[in-house]
Nanobody, 117 residues
């Protein structure tokens, strides 16, 4: 079983930046896919970005965040981070980390990101 926990959310003005971190109980390099999702109030959870630590760190982004968000890993901290730049009010949501292993998916509790206009 893998436990993941998000941190780094908060309140920021439009155009600003935030950095989210996802800490995992398993070594990041042993996890198939690490991803970030978000869920705005009243909406379904949607994909934001992912990387494949066991797949040459291949990254993939939702069109809505491409060019503004960057997913990366920090092996020293054993985290997968999401750098969010040029934030927009529509980025406001609870952001969740997901770890994908063979036969199992693990979610964190989420961290709130609020972007004011």
């Amino acid at each position: 079983q893998v436990q993941v926990a998000e941190s780094g959310g908060g309140l920021v003005q439009a155009g600003g930046s935030l950095r989210l971190s996802c800490a995992a109980s398993e070594t990041i390099s042993k996890i198939n896919v690490m991803g970030w999702y978000r869920q705005a109030s009243g909406k379904q959870r949607e994909f934001v970005a992912q990387m494949s630590p066991r797949g040459n760190d291949h990254t993939y982004y939702a069109d809505s965040v491409k060019g503004r968000f960057t997913i990366s890993r920090d092996d020293a901290k054993n985290t997968v981070d999401l750098q969010m730049d040029t934030l927009k009010p529509e980025d406001t949501a609870v952001y969740y980390c997901r770890a994908l292993m063979p036969g199992a998916t693990y979610w964190g509790q989420g961290t709130q990101v609020t972007v004011s206009s």
